[in-house]
């Protein structure tokens, strides 16, 4: 049976210790747990509908706890613990030289914030620059408000605000030497997962130094078919982007995952298969 996830009433000192006033009345808490849980059901039950880019930027996050992040409007969850091997592989992609896993690469663009997870685990393979890139205002805010933006060094972690289809237009070229790129797409899903790394693919040719290394997050695919349509495309679109044949790699490792069920706080944990790409910019010859 797969585990499922309920909203709970926290406990004073749980409220305490998250940031919450503790409500006056334990009944009314109950009351407003209740209500939170009815109110996310009920959007489920609508047509699934992506907010435009306006109210997308604005729009809150839902109060359910720190094991999912749930963005109003959105349809469903946006990022849960559950990625967390997940996210970690691709930020060992990102920080780590092709040629030499020891080499640590310096300087890092990651694009979606979520719930800081990969950006956690970028912090740990030792960046000199990390610039991210956040669309959401709530979560630039949880971003600036966390542990990682707070203990960095000057100049270190360096946060932007707005959507990467008009923010890669004013960083340079040859500046990167690793992106992880994994917003939440304000537009329509694919029958084969989210499709924006494939648009984002010369921003990110054209950013990274040689040598640098580009990954994102893709998938869920399922079936064998629509894991290896989802590879071809990205290989096709990756070539086109300047990319060489040689240096474009995409390996699929299996991931426990929350599945893309909009029946939030019921979603299912499973195993699923995730691509992990690696994709190289050739060094001068």
């Not at 914030?113 to 912090?123: C, D, E, K, N, V």
């Not at 289809?165 to 917003?183: A, Y």
């Not at 290989?235 to 599945?259: N, P, Q, S, W």
Request: aromatic share 6%.
């Amino acid at each position: 049976m797969p585990t499922v996830r309920k909203v709970v009433a926290l406990s004073e000192a749980d409220e305490v210790s998250a940031g919450y006033v503790p409500p006056v009345c334990r009944l009314e808490h109950k009351r407003q747990v209740q209500g939170l849980e009815q109110k996310i059901l009920k959007e489920q039950r609508e047509p699934v509908k992506l907010s435009s880019r306006d109210e997308w930027q604005q729009a809150k996050i839902l109060p359910t706890g720190d094991t999912s992040l749930v963005i109003e409007g959105a349809g469903t969850v946006v990022m849960d613990t559950e990625e967390t091997d997940n996210m970690g592989s691709l930020a060992r992609i990102a920080a780590r030289s092709q040629d030499e896993a020891s080499l640590r690469h310096g300087r890092v663009l990651e694009i979606g914030f979520g719930m800081g997870i990969s950006a956690a685990a970028l912090q740990r393979e030792g960046l000199s620059l990390h610039v991210i890139i956040e669309a959401n205002t709530a979560v630039m805010r949880r971003l600036l408000q966390s542990d990682l933006y707070r203990n960095r060094s000057d100049g270190h972690v360096v946060p932007v605000l707005g959507f990467w289809e008009e923010m890669v237009l004013v960083l340079g070229d040859d500046v990167f030497d690793g992106i992880l790129l994994d917003p939440f797409p304000v537009g329509e899903w694919m029958p084969d997962g989210p499709e924006y790394q494939r648009p984002f693919m010369h921003h990110a040719h054209r950013m990274l130094k040689p040598g640098g290394v580009f990954t994102y997050m893709s998938g869920l695919s399922t079936t064998k078919e629509e894991i290896a349509t989802t590879v071809n495309t990205d290989r096709t679109a990756a070539l086109e982007a300047g990319f060489r044949a040689e240096d474009v790699k995409i390996d699929v490792e299996m991931h426990a995952m929350v599945d893309h069920c909009p029946a939030w706080p019921d979603c299912a944990k499973t195993m699923l298969p995730m691509l992990a790409p690696r994709l190289v910019k050739a060094r001068s010859a």
